[in-house]
């Protein structure tokens, strides 16, 4: 607890472009959550060089990112939205998680093996114990809820794993953290083949809707969407296609799939097409505007960048020394 509320936590890799499947999957639910909760948001940018990254690219790409968690509705004086680069803590603590982790368990991992099999040519040991570091990410601040999208899911349990272990030899050190997974939009699939998650790195820009896409590109790649010769608008496995759409639809304009369902019931695909596309523009027409705006006030974004990173510096030292402690670090001599 922190100011008598529960802890959030959550995070996103600035690297590629934003998609409509972050925005609906994680953004969107951190937005509603952000009352209830104390929370933190992190732009991840020591997960990002898991993969090659230009230097400069990164850096631009981490400063864009704090803005979209802005402009997306986290107002920053309430949450502490910071670079996990600029929290020591999390190195710290990933650095002795690793020493309760099983090679075992992460080798389960699926985006371990998705990433290495992407990257052969460069298969690290952060790559590899990328999950670690994510444990790290939650636990230093003890949070209670972590909202993600479905892909997260089994990060999160090793999470509250290696949570459990640890409690279980030193005592309720960690809060163990609960996924939060909206029941809409926690898996949005690519326009172009929808047995795939719709992903920042796909090669076919036509496959994901990007944050910043304008709203004729939008528009544009709704109409381009894979579908079916069916003919009908139903929720179902065998027309993954048109359920990806129904699944944007519902999320982007807070209706049910089922509710979707009935609204186009006997209406044609392309005037659902369209109408999807416009919704997804009603949601991120404002988000863009904001982001243009925020785009001209460098001071007011450098003050909130320093100002949040002490504040999650501060909670996350105090997690740290406690741990420190408890493993049998000496104490510091003040
Ligand atoms: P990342 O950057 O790949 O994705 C950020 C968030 O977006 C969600 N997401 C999706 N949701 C629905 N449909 C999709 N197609 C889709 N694609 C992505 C992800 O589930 C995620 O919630 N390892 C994490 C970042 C991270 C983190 C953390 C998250 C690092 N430390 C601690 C939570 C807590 C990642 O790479 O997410």
Request: net charge neutral.
């Amino acid at each position: 607890m922190i100011n008598g509320k529960k802890v959030l936590f959550s995070g996103m890799q600035a690297t590629g472009n934003l998609t409509l499947g972050n925005y609906l999957g994680a953004m969107k639910n951190w937005v509603t959550l952000s009352d209830e909760y104390e929370c933190f948001y992190s732009v991840v940018d020591m997960h990002s060089i898991t993969v090659r990254q230009d230097p400069s690219t990164l850096r631009q790409r981490a400063r864009k990112l704090l803005m979209i968690y802005i402009a997306a509705g986290l107002d920053p004086e309430k949450n502490c939205l910071y670079y996990q680069s600029h929290v020591s803590g999390h190195a710290e603590l990933a650095w002795i998680l690793n020493c309760f982790t099983y090679m075992g368990e992460l080798n389960r991992m699926t985006q371990f093996k998705d990433k290495a099999a992407k990257h052969a040519d460069n298969i690290n040991a952060g790559l590899f114990t990328y999950p670690v570091l994510m444990a790290a990410d939650i636990l230093l601040y003890q949070a209670d809820v972590v909202p993600v999208g479905v892909d997260q899911m089994q990060h999160l349990e090793l999470t509250r794993d290696i949570a459990q272990r640890f409690n279980g030899i030193y005592g309720d050190v960690f809060t163990v953290p609960e996924a939060y997974v909206g029941k809409v939009g926690a898996k949005i699939m690519s326009l172009q083949d929808p047995s795939r998650k719709m992903s920042k790195s796909d090669e076919n820009p036509n496959a994901s809707i990007y944050l910043m896409d304008d709203p004729d590109t939008i528009m544009r790649k709704c109409k381009r969407a894979v579908t079916d010769s069916e003919g009908q608008i139903l929720y179902r496995e065998e027309q993954p296609g048109i359920r990806n759409l129904i699944d944007i639809y519902s999320a982007c304009s807070g209706k049910t799939p089922e509710e979707t369902v009935k609204e186009f019931d006997g209406k044609g695909y392309g005037e659902f097409k369209m109408a999807v596309g416009e919704a997804v523009n009603s949601v991120l027409k404002p988000l863009q505007e904001r982001y243009a705006q925020l785009e001209k006030d460098k001071a007011y974004i450098d003050r909130i960048i320093k100002e949040n990173a002490e504040k999650a510096d501060y909670v996350a030292t105090k997690t740290l020394r406690k741990v420190q402690r408890k493993v049998g670090f000496p104490d510091r001599i003040r």
